[in-house]
């Protein structure tokens, strides 16, 4: 799985190609996410697949990059092209909303 980090991920925010995908639980969230990121729970995401876009690449986000790992690595299997944002919001500088 490509990997990026917290400074390469501020970069692309803004770019259509990619979708940025918070895999935090609620509790994680409410603490401040990237803005426009969509907020799909590792748990849940299983089920939510079908409100990604596959023709987008997926920028996967957790508190620290484990989460979004394994996030990402479900994903693949189901054909998303995806990155990982290694650090997770632990070392995320950028905007949060």
Partial sequence: MKELTTEQVEALVKDDKYQIVDVREDEEVAQGMIPG??????????????????????ILICRSGRRSEMAGMMLEEHGFNTTNMVGGMLEWTGEVE
């Fill in 37 to 58: 990121a969509n907020h799909i729970a590792l748990g849940t995401l299983e089920g939510r697949m079908d409100e990604l876009d596959k023709s987008k690449e997926i």
